[in-house]
């Protein structure tokens, strides 16, 4: 037979071969010397190949199998995350279409109503903040924490589904149509004046702060200004929020108007919003229309434009001549309806006289007419009691304690800068703006499931913030008193003296609301200059000022 190849060799050495070929192979490696040969070296090399992998075998972990995302489950996941997107993208519409009138302003999407709602409240918490701060800060701290805890064991429950739900939640956020960031600030550092021309837009939000700012351009954002006056005849896209010595309103405004001064008057053809105006003179023209409500207070009202919803009047004297589209609440010494007054809804009035209310015969008033007598002595019945004085005392002390603890830790607060009307005013603006605007961010941010922790730790700064305010300006009210008259006290002093006099204040009749509100925002704008101060110079401030 002729020679086997190498591989029928192989397979010869190892005993591979079945019985027969075996015996065939043997019978011709008896007379073949070259097979004999190759044969012997094939079966060394197999000897050397067993030796090599014989020995200790280590054990080898073997990761544990995941099955990867069915089809369905991804396509259950994708179909989901889209639902949701749609629905959050669409729900301020739905909410305003689906909503009946009577509730739409109920619904959270509404920026101006949020808007309302939060000055509402912001006063609301600057009047009761010293009786709602444990309360409402121990339920927002718990909130904090259980909402941690939540959403930790949530997500670590399953390791895979974790991070799949919170990457969707945040895609879903990032969904939304973020309002701009966008910020111009004018007359921050320039002592002058601020001026817009004609035909200049500024596509951004503008924060003016000067002696005279005056705005002739438009504005896409909002407008907040400041200053000893302020005239508006450009168009401004968002809300407007001034204040000054002297306030004129003359362009349009899509948002609500929100601003006081000694005089303040309304000459804008269009208000998309609320107007709150607040002074010693407001007059709103015949010319102006106000899409929903119209809240004044002054010691003269003088109220003639077109109104869409309510009209709410805080006044010694108040005249209205308007047409208005739902109810008129007025609190005053004296109101005149005169006769192009046209009202859909009631009158309802609160005086001090049976004869407060003056109505002209061509008045038309399509409700229900109910004028009440208020007397001066139910107003002051707290002042006899003496829980009222034990209250003040406990507050007086509380006070105290807190602001010796804060002025001994950060001593940069014992000066707040306000050297001139103008430091005052721009304290005063970014006191107002951040009293207004938290509450809306902290709504809009709570919206989101992840948000609700961010939300409520805001919260919690934000009534901080209201408490703290009168105690650093009480300081800054009794060191200025001690300076003038040449003393030098210990800063605990000077903060005992301003809490004596700032808490007799704010508790005064009829004006002591009003001067609690303004202690109030300018205390809160020292705080943010203060930190904003701090973190640009990197905590120098604070040291310089120990």
Known sequence: MNCPNELTLAMYGDGELAADDTATIDAHLTGCAACRSQ????????????????????????????????????????????????????????????????????????????????????????????????????????????????????????????????????????????????????????????????????????????????????VTGDLIAFGRRITIHGRVGGQVLTGGQAVTIAGEVEGSVIGGGETFDVISPRIGGNLYGFGQTVSVSATSQIEQNAIVGAERANVMAAIGRDVIGFANEMDLGSTVGGSLT?????????????????????????????????????????????????????????????????????AFVTGALLLAIVPGLRDPGLDSTRDTLIAGGYGLLALVATPIIVVLVAVTVIGIPIAAMAFVLWLLGIYLAKIVIAHFIGERITAASGTNVHFTVALALGLLLVIFVINLPFVGGVLNFLLTICGIGVLILFVRDWLRDDGAYGEQAS
């Not at 309806?337 to 859909?344: D, K, V």
């Open 39 to 218: 044969l012997a070296a094939l079966r060394a090399e197999s000897a050397l190949i067993t030796a090599a992998l014989v020995g200790e075998v280590e054990p080898v972990g073997v990761p544990t199998f995941r099955r990867p995302l069915s089809r369905a489950a991804l396509t259950l996941a994708t179909a989901g995350f889209l639902l949701a997107a749609t629905l959050v993208s669409a729900a301020p519409s739905l909410l305003g279409n689906l909503l009946p009138a009577s509730v739409t302003r109920f619904n959270p999407f509404d920026i101006s109503l949020l808007f309302d709602l939060a000055v509402r409240a912001a006063i609301y918490v600057v009047q009761h903040g010293g009786d709602l701060m444990i309360s409402v800060a121990e339920t927002a701290s718990v909130a904090v924490v259980v909402g941690l805890l939540a959403w930790a064991v949530f997500v670590l429950r399953k390791r895979a589904s974790g991070p799949l739900l919170v990457s969707t939640l945040l895609c879903v956020v990032a969904l939304q149509p973020a309002p701009s960031e966008a910020l111009e600030i004018r007359g921050e550092k320039d002592h002058g004046n601020v001026f817009v021309p004609a035909g200049e837009t500024i596509d951004d939000t503008l924060i003016a702060l000067g002696e005279t700012v005056e705005i002739n351009g438009d």
């Open 330 to 398: 007025a609190f005053a010494t004296h109101v005149t309806l005169l006769a192009s007054t046209r009202i859909a809804g009631n009158v309802h009035t609160h005086g001090m006289k049976e004869d407060h209310l003056t109505i002209s015969p061509g008045a038309v008033i399509g409700g229900e007419v109910k004028s009440e007598v208020q007397e001066m002595p139910d107003e002051l019945s707290e002042y006899r009691s003496a829980g009222f004085y034990v209250a003040q005392l406990l507050r007086f002390a509380m």
